[in-house]
Nanobody
Framework: QVFLVESGGGSVQAGGSLRLSCAAS????????MGWYRQTPGSLRDLVAV???????RYTDSVKGRFTVSRDSAKTRVYLQMNNLKPEDTAVYYC????????????WGQGTQVTVSS
C-alpha cells in the first residue's frame, strides 16, 4: 500500500504561481511512476505531469513550459511547480503513484483544489 497526501492548493490570479506538494509513504518500491492529474466537474481525471524512476517526465501539452514536475530521490515527495497559471488550470489536482505492470499498484491522494481567477 502507498499513501499520498497533497498540499499547496489554493486561489491565485491569472499569471500567478503555486507549488503543489505530495507526501508519499508506504511500499514505495512497488511504484515507478509518480505525478499529478486534475479533474473538473463533469470531466474525466486527466494527466497533467508525471515523472518516472529514471527521471523521464511527461506533460500534457497545455502545461508544457509552465509546469514542472519533480521529486526527491527517495520518492517521498513529489512536487508540481505551476507558473503563469490560467483560469483553465482551475481543477482539483490529484497526486498519483503507480506501476504500469504490477496489478493493483495504482494509488491516489485525496486531491487539492486549485482556483485561478481572471
Amino acid at each position: 500500500q502507498v499513501f499520498l497526501v497533497e498540499s499547496g492548493g489554493g486561489s491565485v490570479q491569472a499569471g500567478g504561481s503555486l507549488r503543489l506538494s505530495c507526501a508519499a509513504s508506504g511500499r514505495l518500491s512497488t511504484v515507478n511512476v509518480m505525478g499529478w492529474y486534475r479533474q473538473t466537474p463533469g470531466s474525466l481525471r486527466d494527466l497533467v505531469a508525471v515523472i518516472e524512476d529514471d527521471g523521464t517526465t511527461r506533460y500534457t501539452d497545455s502545461v508544457k513550459g509552465r509546469f514542472t514536475v519533480s521529486r526527491d530521490s527517495a520518492k517521498t515527495r513529489v512536487y508540481l511547480q505551476m507558473n503563469n497559471l490560467k483560469p483553465e488550470d482551475t481543477a482539483v489536482y490529484y497526486c498519483n503513484a503507480h506501476h504500469p505492470i504490477i496489478w493493483g499498484a495504482d494509488y491516489w491522494g485525496q486531491g487539492t483544489q486549485v482556483t485561478v481567477s481572471s
